[in-house]
């Protein structure tokens, strides 16, 4: 049965502020191959699945925090740029046609 690495211990969460997303998703695999062994030790068997637990809250307070980042940015490009929708990195159509007839000429006549 594999042993989980020197310094890990598996009630010490303290660790998981150190880990990076990549090796905590690495540690996530490695706690997966564990628990589809079919000599898995019992008493190991609640500590790995908390370890499991608290790596997947991990990854997802990461994710999350990533999304928020990448929000944040891209709010600040359209404000920057002037952009109604950074995203597509489009003009909002509403400037293009100033008269409301669909031309995008401003002219009202037709």
């Known amino acids: 049965m594999a042993r989980p690495r020197k310094g890990n211990t598996d009630d010490d969460h303290g660790d998981l502020d150190a880990l990076s997303y990549r090796d905590a998703v690495v540690e996530l695999e490695q706690i997966l191959t564990e628990l589809e062994d079919d000599d ?25 925090g990533a999304r928020l980042e990448v ?18 990195g489009q003009q909002d159509d509403d400037d293009e046609d100033e008269d409301g007839d669909g031309d995008g000429d401003g002219d009202e006549d037709h």
């Open 71 to 88: 929000e944040h940015v891209v709010a600040e490009l359209a404000a920057t740029t002037g952009d109604d929708d950074a995203t597509t």
């Open 40 to 64: 898995v030790d019992i008493d190991q068997l609640s500590r790995r699945v908390r370890r499991a637990a608290a790596l997947i809250r991990l990854c997802q307070d990461r994710i999350a």
